[in-house]
């Protein structure tokens, strides 16, 4: 067990390690699970790589406002659909209607064509709206609002007079931020580890997200794309530089997953035992 | 849905007459899904034209079902079929074998701490993208001078490229995928484990079964409903065998045993612009994959009584 979560943990350590060592013991290999001739070097350099922040701050951009837009319109169409059949005439329509989406698509190229007709690309609502609509965590929020939120509380808050806007701002919405959090991080996540989108949609390199600018830079090791002169693409090219690349991108998930692990155990169950 | 039915002749029953506000919530949710998941879906019809941009979907010539007749004609094409199903297989089997038998042994390890501490380290890699597992193993992997190949020189191996040799390459997907998925699935059995009734292992003890006995008799047994769930439910992904993971690993050298439907789709569908073929590929996989959803929603429903919603 203890074999495992090494294996599970060294090529993590291993990139660290190299980003931490000096380039010449990285060219040549010397370095295993511990830094050689430890530097800052190729952090300071990321850091000052204006490639590099770009990108970081198009995918800072892009969580926070994919996570608004998501969870606005999720949240919404959650609390209409967590009514009952008698309750909300055609509820059993709009639930076929978003669980089709989880059922077929119309696959890559149409989907393609139809983000770029609408003049989305090279847009940072290329890469929000496409995905805001995910079926399966609308249905974990109806399903947390149904069996979370008293229905004595909201019945009298109809008597005194309440709407549906009132009882879904003041009565739902409070009292299911454990939820909201937990689905809001789902969608953190799923923000910032996107890069294909990013990579499609977008014809300008300056644009792309912090994930897609990595795919083309160390994965693909295409340096055509992203403006670069000779001088910074040596420094791109270097095998400590890109270690620190990765681990930078990698790094937002790394401190927040510990506490994400326990709010996805939950999710879990939530999406997996109900009845 | 376990809901208690609201009583009728309640006399405090909620009017609900009034149920504009409730569309409104739902409608701007809607317009999104119209336009950006079911728009693609009447793009479909360019599998069945020859698309031209210039003409659009009402310009474009009618060619039926000529796409698809290639695709089944064409060598490459069948084998990146075949690819796909080897790969997503492998995937499924492996998947499923791999963290139940890792779940089963950490379930009898009593240290809390450790146990959680080991259920976290193997849990990190599901959420780091497939674009930086791709950099590292790109990087721990390469033939020369790649740690691994390093270690394996230790005994003599000689380097192997193993992202790019048709041999090694379906090998290092599957382990790969095993590596970023294990901890996810670990969790979704552990979490089974636990309702497992106390009772029956004290009855099975006082019987004298022995720790193997009793997993075998009651922990497996307790957790074939779940088991059923993810193995119908990934029926429905036969077809996914992982785009951004082949896609952050796979190159030109592995294409014969490392191309999938969806690999192949983009190159032939965006790369080199070939919208009618690339649809028709496409629909062809979401055409399949949508009848294994339901047939996975089916049998799961029947068989442990999993549903949706």
Known sequence: MIIVSFLCLFPLIHILAVSLSGSAPATANIVGLWPVDFTIDAYERTLANENFLRALWVSVNRVVLGTIVSMGLLLCAAYALSKSDRDFKGRKIYMWFFVFTMLFNGGLVPTYIVVTRLGLGDSIWALVLPPAINAFNMILLLNFFRTSVPKSLEESAFIDGAGHFKIFLKIYLPISVPAIATISLFTMVFHWNSWFDGLIYNTNAANYPLQTFLQTIVVQQDFSNVDVDAEMMRNLSQRTVQAAQIFISALPMLIVYPFLQRFFVKGIVLGADKE | MAKPKSKPSSPQRWDFKQTWPLHVLVWPAVIVALVFQYGPMFGIVMAFQDYRPWLGFLGSEWVGFKHFITMFEYDYARQVIWNTLVISVLKLVFGLIVPLAFAL??????????????????????????????????????????????????????????????????????????????????????????????????????????????????????????IIVVATLSLGNILNAGFDQIFNLYNPLVYQTGDIIDTYVYRVGLVSGDFSYGTAVGLFKSFIGLILIVLGYHLAYRYANWRIF
């Open chain 2, 105 to 226: 042994l950490l379930n009898e390890v009593y240290h809390m701490k450790f146990k959680r501490t080991v259920q976290t380290i193997v849990y990190l890699p599901y959420f780091l993208s497939w674009v930086i597992l791709g950099g590292m193993l790109i990087d721990i992997l390469s033939p020369t001078g790649g740690i691994i190949n390093q270690f394996l020189g230790i005994f003599g191996i000689d380097p192997i490229f193993f992202l790019g040799s048709n041999d090694w390459f379906r090998t290092t997907v599957v382990i790969s995928d095993l590596w970023k998925e294990t901890g996810f699935n670990t969790i979704v059995f552990l979490a089974a484990i636990t309702v497992v009734n106390p009772n029956l292992y004290e009855a099975a003890v006082v019987d004298g079964a022995n720790r193997w006995k009793q997993t075998w008799h009651i922990t497996l047994p307790s957790m074939r409903p779940i």
